[in-house]
């Protein structure tokens, strides 16, 4: 069983960053693939961005490329992603997810624990 839990998120102005933080349980936590999701009211859930196990290869979504980074402190059971240039449309909950077997990174149905969300909101 792992337990994710989101921090770090706020309001921030359009053009302002913000980094999330997501802790986890478990003593397996360089084993299993990370990922970011997040959803705006009234969508769908999306990938937002992926670090495969051991600090491994990263993936991002297009509408992040350039914008976005994630990392993850293994020692510390901690992920992150760091948001820069952030965009109006970029408002939504966004969510830390982990899954054992992650190849791909952007599909939800790869990941086994979700966190609870924290909300960015970000203002033109």
């Known amino acids: 069983q792992v337990r994710l839990v989101e921090s770090g998120g706020g309001l921030v102005q359009a053009g302002g960053s913000l980094r999330l933080s997501c802790a986890a349980s478990?003593?397996?936590?360089?084993?299993?693939?990370m990922g970011w999701f997040r959803q705006a009211p009234g969508k769908e859930r999306e990938f937002v961005a992926a670090i495969l196990r051991s600090g491994g290869p990263t993936y991002y979504s297009d509408f992040v490329k350039g914008r976005f980074t994630i990392s993850r402190e293994n020692a510390k059971n901690m992920v992150y992603l760091q948001m820069n240039s952030l965009k109006p449309e970029d408002t939504a909950v966004y969510y830390c997810?982990?899954?054992?077997?992650?190849?791909?990174?952007?599909?939800?149905?790869?990941?086994?624990?979700w966190g609870q969300g924290t909300q960015v909101t970000v203002s033109s």
């Open positions: 997810a982990a899954g054992r077997w992650v190849v791909s990174g952007n599909r939800a149905a790869e990941y086994d624990y």
């Open positions: 478990g003593r397996t936590f360089s084993s299993y693939g």
